[in-house]
């Protein structure tokens, strides 16, 4: 079930009023199958690959948590890490292995059979849950949580429908206290939840979906274009993929804490960000602390030499990429990310104080890493590494012929060249969709959204909502496009 559709629309306040009217005893009963219906929506079957994981790993769990031996506790953690790896393999990576092998296989013996394809649709979210799934049964093997006896709430843990698909990837030692609480209905809690929930699906709606019209044009044929239009939508799927994904986000902490949980925060102005260190504090931020908690640190970290610091940062960021997709474009994208995320580094201590230098430094800073960003999600976006190149040797291609035309008379030749075959309107509105959300972001400086307009006056406030219901209304995109990051 899509956040941006009816059924959502529907769902949401009937499971909230719900919860609400249930004992305390019966609500986890309510969550969990209104969780699997959720899921369902999709893809019915695909709930069978959930129940097998949950299985495994609520009874691993118990297990290594009453094992003294280490060895066995190890054993009894590769095995709930081996089946949860397991799922993903044959369902996200099979293919994408076998094809290459093929290539490889075939470059040698061009009558070998190869190995034949699976082309099995990926369940949606599967990397998401499959995460918080392991991060579990480390924690408990690092002797940092104790098993969930309760196999529904464990259930939940892993399939609470807010955030099972794009997350975001919760740890056990937040989010199981939670569903034990006896929650009492809190109007504050449910006025900043819907709060979110606007702001979510107005970044979604108006922003990302319009701005996606442009992108997919040009990045679905990317050989039809030089120059300008190319560097339109690149900056564009720069705000769009973080208006998609943040907005999915918000939606994600809002509903939960309408009903009085509490999600992590997932982004903070990104785009803020002054280094590329900064900006992965910044961007999907349960997932950074994931590779840095379970992958970053039990490779040694920073407390290493130097070489093997960067052997580490390649191997969190290729992880990273190849998480996103069985693609050799994230592949790339996370790799480039460990060249920007090492050389920023070096810079850092060639220039110290670049973090506090003037006003028009820090503006400068920040572009740079904008770019630098921006330039990695040509990989991430491109639907191969032929298209991406392409298109990075291209960016500038022709500039000064097409800016004069555009400043020319010829106006018939202006609209496509400038506005990537849409109209002015459409382009027109994009652009403001994104000052928008520069304007608002601007006063987020400590707080989220919510935490700004609860202190605001009350006309403020309500002339801040009845806008942003008006904008949703006349501008949104009503296609029910799904979030960029189901896909992962």
Known sequence: M???????????????????????????????????????????????????TIVIDYFTGIWISRQENHRKRKLL?????????????????????????NHVLWFFNRNASGIPLMDILLPIGLSFHTMQAMSYNIEIYRRKQQPEKHFGI???????????????????????????????FNYENFRRGLILIAWGLFKKVVIADRLAIFVNTVYNHPNDFVGIPLIIATLFFSIQIYCDFSGYSDIAVGTAKCMGFNLVQNF???????????FWRRWHISLSTWFRDYIYQPLGGNHVSYIRWCFNIFIVFLLSGLWHGARWTFIAWGLLHAIFYIL??????????????????????????????????????????????????NLFTGIGTQLRLIYSNQNHERLPLLYLNHTSVEFLMAVISILILLIIESKLKLVSIDGWLINKPTLARWSFYYTLVLIFILFGIFNKSAFIYFQF
Not at 268 to 278: E, G, L
């Open 268 to 278: 903070n102005r990104p785009y803020t960000a002054v280094s590329i260190q900064d």
């Open 77 to 101: 953690l590769l095995l709930s890490i081996a089946a949860n790896l397991s799922v993903l393999i044959v369902f996200k990576y099979f293919d994408f292995f076998a094809v290459n092998f």
């Open 154 to 184: 464990y259930a939940l843990f892993i399939m609470f429908y807010p955030q099972l698909v794009a997350g975001p990837i919760e740890r056990p030692q937040h989010m199981l206290p939670q569903f034990h609480e006896a929650k009492k």
């Open 2 to 52: 899509l956040f941006n559709s009816f059924e959502f629309a529907l769902f949401f306040p009937i499971v909230t009023i719900l919860y609400f009217l249930f004992p305390h005893r019966f609500r986890w009963v309510l969550l969990l199958v209104a969780s699997c219906f959720f899921y369902m929506f999709f893809k019915p079957v695909y709930i069978l690959i959930l129940v097998f």
């Open 344 to 393: 920023d580094k070096a810079f850092q201590k060639q220039f110290p104080d670049v973090k506090y230098a003037a006003k028009a430094r820090l503006i400068l800073t920040r572009t740079y890493v904008f770019i630098l960003v921006s330039l990695a999600w040509i990989f991430f976006r491109s639907s191969n590494i032929s298209s991406a190149v392409y298109i990075l040797k």
